[in-house]
């Protein structure tokens, strides 16, 4: 490959990890996608958009200012941004992010709030935006102002219901505001190879998602555990299951990288994706 080509600027990738299935990894997901993204050398910010604020339980994020600032106070986005590590910034919330959502809630283009403060940056590869467990206003902002979707889901009965549902939901956000956001990754977590329920659910989402159902994420206590020393999972254990599945996912996001820079491919693979689900 040519040098230039190499150098070749990537178009930022904005990401949402949504789910309205609450305890599905969604953050369990952001955290070590960003970190390991981050330590890629790719340029990555977090964006904490669930009033629980589990984003700064996972990572130290020192800035006074918060997303609430933000979005309800017009503190500027640097203001609002903490240095995580090398490559990695967060803007992190609190509890006080439910005050904001009902304050947007008698806005005009309420639903377009987040895009407008985030739309101006540029200096990311990627945006990830940890989502909380709803179809509230705060993830319409996420998914209108996200072009790609990351769903993790259990592998269970239930999280294949709620997958189901999800994209559902992602639809409908497309057609109601002519969007186009793109699902760009199913990715089966907390997954017990010996367990018939987990095995049965991982074939139906696979079945029905095909090429966008990301190896799993298997079950592992040091994934759980690494929170609690606000480490990610490589700093933690580098060596567990869950750092080898995450590095896993990691690599994947990034060889994506290509497929969803072009216009062309960007717009087959919603078709793709849309004829997977009828
Ligand atoms: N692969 C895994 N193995 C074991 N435990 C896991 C795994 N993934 C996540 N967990 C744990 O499961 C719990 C829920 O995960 P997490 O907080 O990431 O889910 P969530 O979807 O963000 O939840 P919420 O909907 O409340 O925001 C956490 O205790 C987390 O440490
Ligand atoms: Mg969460």
Redesign the pocket.
Known sequence: MSERKQKRVMRMRKIC?I?Q???????????NLGVGLAREGKRVLIVDL?P?G?ITTCLKAESKKDLYDLLVENAAVGECTSHVMDNLDIIKSKETLTKAELILVGETNREMVLRRKLDHIKNYDYILL????SLGLLNQNAMLFATEAII?TSTDILGVDGLNKMVLALQQINEVFDHSIMITKIVP???DARNRVCIESLKKIQSEYYQVVSDP???????????SEQLSIFDYDNSSR?AT?YKNLVKMVVRDEAKYDQPAARASSRIAIKEAMV
């Open positions: 990890i789910n299935k609450g305890g599905v990894g969604k953050t369990t997901t952001t955290v669930d629980q589990n940890d989502c909380p467990p993790p977590t907390m997954h994420i298997r079950i592992n206590a040091k994934l759980k555990e690494a929170p869950g599945d």
